[in-house]
């Protein structure tokens, strides 16, 4: 798929935007698409959209400042469940209620640091997470593609792109006071799409 292509077949133009102002919109998209699919369906078909770290049998905290977001996080692939960095003292206590074993860990977040407990070192067990990746459009007037993003959702974000292309372009127009006939039909068009767009979510609206 040819993402220029396609988005011009969309606005029906390809002027008036920039090929870097069209892939921006694009991993805007990507963000849109994400969110609107985890209200849909839930969290656990938003984890689609992640991207899995890397295994850690270090034991220490994990450095977690430059991740946009963490989708889900396993100890020896059982899920871990979040909880309150305020009772740490209690999640290494066997006489706890809080007590965090190898068969129901947790993990919390402190400042940018993600602990799960118990430890992982050594032999004692491998924890990782699900985050969500920062995307970006590789080949965008060619064999276009987003990297580590589903594939089945490219038409939705390249429609979405061309809805905020378009309303750029008629704010323009209304602004620079042009024809306000093509204003119009502009306006029509992004009315078209934004149907379109919300159809291919199931309804969800935008």
């Known amino acids: 798929m040819n993402f220029k292509t396609k988005i ?7 002027d008036g935007y920039t090929d870097a102002e069209a ?12 969110r609107k699919i985890k209200a849909i369906k ?4 938003a984890q689609m959209f ?34 309150s960095p305020n009772l740490v003292d209690k999640y290494t206590d066997v006489d706890s209620i809080h007590y965090a074993s190898v068969n129901d860990p947790i993990f919390y977040i402190q400042e940018k ?11 004692n067990g491998t924890g990782y997470y699900i985050y969500l990746p920062v995307w970006s459009v590789t080949n965008y007037d060619g064999s276009s ?21 378009l309303e750029a372009k008629m704010h323009n ?17 992004i009315d078209r799409l934004k149907v379109q767009y919300n159809e291919m979510l199931g309804g969800q609206q935008q």
């Open 113 to 123: 640091y993600l602990y799960i407990k118990p430890a992982t070192t050594g032999s």
């Open 50 to 83: 992640g991207s899995f770290s890397s295994g850690d049998t270090s034991g220490n905290a994990l450095d977690i400042d430059e991740v946009h977001e963490i989708l889900s996080v396993k100890r020896n692939g059982i899920p871990a469940t979040q909880v």
């Open 23 to 34: 892939q921006q919109y694009i991993v805007d998209g990507c963000y849109d698409v994400y």
């Open 145 to 165: 593609s987003i990297d580590r993003f589903p594939a089945e959702y490219y038409d939705h974000v390249l429609v979405y792109a061309s809805i905020k292309i």
């Open 173 to 189: 127009y209304i602004e620079d006071d042009e024809d306000s006939e093509l204003a119009q039909l502009i306006g029509q068009r």
């Open 8 to 14: 011009g077949y969309y606005v029906s133009s390809t």
């Open 42 to 45: 839930g969290s656990d078909e």
